[in-house]
């Protein structure tokens, strides 16, 4: 079974920038597409970026623009360049693989605070 391992969360504050890395133990070639989404106190999960496995970007229209997902095949990583972090973008941030045969595997999350 796929692993997905997400690193990089933390405490920064208000115009500061955090780059999330997610590692599977898998070949991530071989998946449909990997995502990042988040999930706020008292909000549900949500979408914020995607890439597929032929490199198309997808983006939630709150991160368009300041949040960048890419992938590293060779190192079978995904990640989430985020910049000018918000106090409203405090929340777990999961890793998600849509893999062939399998479906969706998630990761077990990175919390991000972005506070004065």
């Known amino acids: 079974q796929v692993k997905l391992v997400e690193s990089g969360g933390g405490l920064v504050l208000p115009g500061a920038s955090l780059r999330l890395s997610c590692a599977a133990s898998g070949s991530i070639f071989t998946f449909n597409a990997m995502a990042w989404y988040r999930q706020a106190p008292g909000k549900q999960r949500e979408l914020l970026a995607e890439v597929t496995n032929y490199g198309r970007t997808n983006y939630a229209d709150s991160v368009r623009g300041r949040f960048t997902i890419s992938r590293d095949n060779a190192k079978n990583t995904v990640y989430l360049q985020m910049n000018t972090l918000q106090p409203e973008d405090t929340a777990v941030y999961y890793c998600?693989?849509?893999?062939?045969?399998?479906?969706?595997?998630w990761g077990q999350g990175v919390q991000v605070i972005v506070s004065s």
């Open positions: 998600n693989a849509d893999i062939p045969l399998t479906g969706r595997t």
